[in-house]
């Protein structure tokens, strides 16, 4: 109760009191700390950061429209076409996933030997791998652009694998472009031949069909038939009016009356080959059966219909097509350097001071508890187990160590 008493009661001048008691040992062990810990930061290895800088290239707008004009593209659908296709630009994050992939570092590494580097004896990559991931780092800074670093013993070897990082990522996401544009463009090929020859045979049979029943244009060549089709009916009816005239006029068998019925005889003959008759469109390019015009009509629709569906086909697939021959031949830059990466003069670590303050202040941390404990122990009068009394002891030796009052 009393020590619970005295706790309660101490100031702080008291606990000032303890550290003067301890100042000897606080200093000594606290000297000892900055100098084990300055003389590790000295012995660690230099290590340098190279960083260079790139930007992606604002995305150009070659979506063809120039070579659709070309082409004869007349439509909206055409422009379409060639938008659809796109065009092999890079982006940040294509950039920033080439560079971080494991094919790319496996590059770096087996180019700059990293892995006697990292004392990997054994060839496991993965260890390599694994070290290298802590020695380089790609960022995006507040500006859109990428920062590549690399960290390494040697200056001039950082600066150099910096700069290799965007020559690998650029020839890397040319590469991966060229193969999609290629894989596009045998895909579109496929297509456009096969298009080609839809467009040919529905030519063909549109033509087999003109020639065969002498149309060109069912609507024009149809209204032609009825319009000539109603002026000979309505001849017809003239002439039978003059007939029914002649006959009660002169009678039956009167040269009038026989010359006006066979008029009439004769027209409607005509009238019933226009309407039946199959072989009237032998002599004429211009007359067909009424019988079959519905039958012929919608074959010539059909055939009409197919032709336009390969041609508007061929206008759509034909700019994606030269589109994509182009994007296969082209290797342009994806990434343009703002600062290249030069040796840099400076160390990126250790950083000595921050490790000597840093061990310093943890030290004084674990030596202020260890003085107040080490003061309770001494002004202990009873012990409660063998613990507490060996903890005296120690204490004790540490004060005569150090000479302390």
Avoid: C
């Amino acid at each position: 109760m009393n020590e619970m008493n005295q706790q309660k009661n101490l100031s702080m001048s008291d606990y000032l009191y303890v550290l003067v008691k301890w100042q000897r040992f606080l200093i000594i062990n606290l000297l000892i700390v900055v100098a084990v810990t300055t003389l590790i930061a000295f012995l660690l290895i230099k290590e340098y950061k190279a960083t260079t800088t790139i930007m992606i290239p604002p995305e150009m707008q070659s979506n063809l429209g120039g070579l659709t004009n070309l082409l004869g593209g007349k439509s909206s659908i055409a422009a379409l076409g060639s938008k659809l296709l796109g065009t092999s630009s890079a982006s940040e994050d294509v950039i920033l996933g080439i560079m971080n992939s494991r094919t790319a570092r496996t590059k770096v590494i087996n180019e700059f030997g990293l892995m006697k580097y990292y004392d990997v004896d054994d060839g496991n990559i993965d260890k390599a791998l694994k070290a290298f991931k802590s020695d380089f780092s790609t960022t995006s800074n507040e500006y859109g652009m990428i920062e590549v670093s690399v960290i390494h013993e040697d200056p001039k070897i950082a600066a150099d694998e910096a700069n290799f990082f965007i020559r690998l990522a650029d020839s890397l996401n040319i590469i991966y472009n060229t193969e999609h544009a290629r894989s596009n463009r045998l895909f579109l090929e496929k297509r456009y031949l096969q298009n080609r020859e839809d467009l040919k045979k529905a030519e063909e049979e549109l033509y087999a069909f003109q020639k065969k029943y002498r149309i060109v244009a069912v609507p024009e060549q149809l209204e032609v038939a009825v319009k000539a089709a109603a002026e000979i009916e309505a001849l017809l009816i003239k002439k039978e009016m003059e007939a029914y005239l002649m006959e009660g006029q002169y009678g039956k068998n009167s040269p009038q009356y026989q010359g006006v019925a066979t008029e009439v005889t004769l027209l409607k003959k005509k009238v019933q080959e226009l309407k039946n008759s199959s072989e009237i469109g032998l002599g004429s390019n211009i007359f067909f059966p009424f019988k079959q015009m519905p039958e012929l009509a919608i074959q010539y629709l059909r055939s009409y219909r197919e032709v336009q569906i390969q041609q508007s086909i061929l206008e759509f697939v034909m700019p994606m097509y030269e589109q994509a021959k182009v994007e296969e031949q082209k290797s342009i830059p994806s990434v343009i350097v703002v600062d290249k990466a030069v040796p840099p003069q400076l160390k990126n670590s250790p950083k000595r001071v921050v490790i000597i303050i840093g061990f310093s202040l943890l030290a004084l941390f674990m030596l202020i508890p260890f003085i107040f404990i080490g003061e309770k122990a001494m002004r202990r009068e009873a012990f409660d187990n063998p613990l507490q009394e060996r903890m005296t002891h120690f204490i004790q030796s540490i004060r005569k160590l150090y000479k302390l009052k």
